[in-house]
């Protein structure tokens, strides 16, 4: 059981629009940034949003994060093949004292 | 350019300890925190502990306290990652993680990971 709530699965066709939600407390996103990971098979995540909305270097500008609240989301326009992968969302949570990941998304273009 | 390399596979009977390394460089190793996250097999992440490589400081996950115990050898740029009393259920492969300028921050860049089975 995830601290933070993602829904298992999303699906689009190339260069469709997805986004993909996560939900959590005040203790975590609510008073946090949050950040998304892309984790390809038999891979380690990847770092694609930090601080909310910001992307690391050699993140494509169609991949973009946004946050209100206790819930966050993210987004995906233009979508490629390539894009195909598990999703989390992760934040740092007070009481914890350390990062929550949710569940992960499964990404799939169809 | 930042890079974190791992131990390799272990496979250990239920009951032992298994001691995974995470060795760091391309950047001051002292200056930032080094988290240990866990995914089990089609499972989620799942955090376990961090280390302050300045001065050794830690920070355990409740659900492994007692377990688990985080170590740095600034000599090699070296954090450790130490899980004894193993069971079937420890099965994952383990990734050691850098945070961010910010201590509030998760992961920025991740080690390759280490398949840890645990199986009699």
């Known amino acids: 059981q995830s601290v933070l709530t993602q829904p298992p699965s999303a699906s689009g066709t190339p260069g469709q629009r997805v986004t993909i939600s996560c939900s959590g407390s005040s203790s975590n996103i609510g008073s946090n940034y949050v950040y998304w990971y892309q984790q390809l098979p038999g891979t380690a995540p990847k770092l694609l949003i930090y601080?909310?909305?910001q992307r690391p270097s050699g993140v494509p500008d169609r991949f973009s994060g946004s946050k209100s609240g206790t819930s966050a989301s993210l987004a995906i326009s233009g979508l490629r093949s390539e894009d195909e992968a598990d999703y989390y969302c992760?934040?740092?949570?007070?009481?914890?004292?350390?990062?929550?990941f949710g569940g992960g998304t499964k990404l799939t273009v169809l | 350019q930042v890079q974190l390399v791992q131990s390799g596979v272990e496979v250990k009977k239920p009951g032992a300890s298994v001691k995974v390394s995470c060795k760091a460089s391309g950047y001051t190793f002292t200056s930032y925190y080094i988290h240990w996250v866990r995914q089990a097999p089609g499972q989620g992440l799942e955090w376990m502990g961090k280390i302050n490589p300045s001065g050794g400081g830690t920070g355990y996950a409740q659900k492994f306290q007692g377990r688990v115990t985080i170590t740095r050898d600034t000599s090699t740029s070296t954090v450790y990652m130490e899980l004894s009393s193993l069971r079937s259920e420890d099965t994952a492969v383990y990734y050691c993680?850098?945070?961010?300028?910010?201590?509030?921050?998760?992961?920025?860049?991740w080690g390759q990971g280490t398949l840890v089975t645990v199986s009699s």
């Open positions: 601080s909310n909305n």
């Open positions: 993680g850098r945070g961010g300028h910010s201590y509030y921050e998760t992961p920025h860049h």
């Open positions: 992760a934040a740092w949570d007070d009481n914890l004292s350390g990062p929550v």
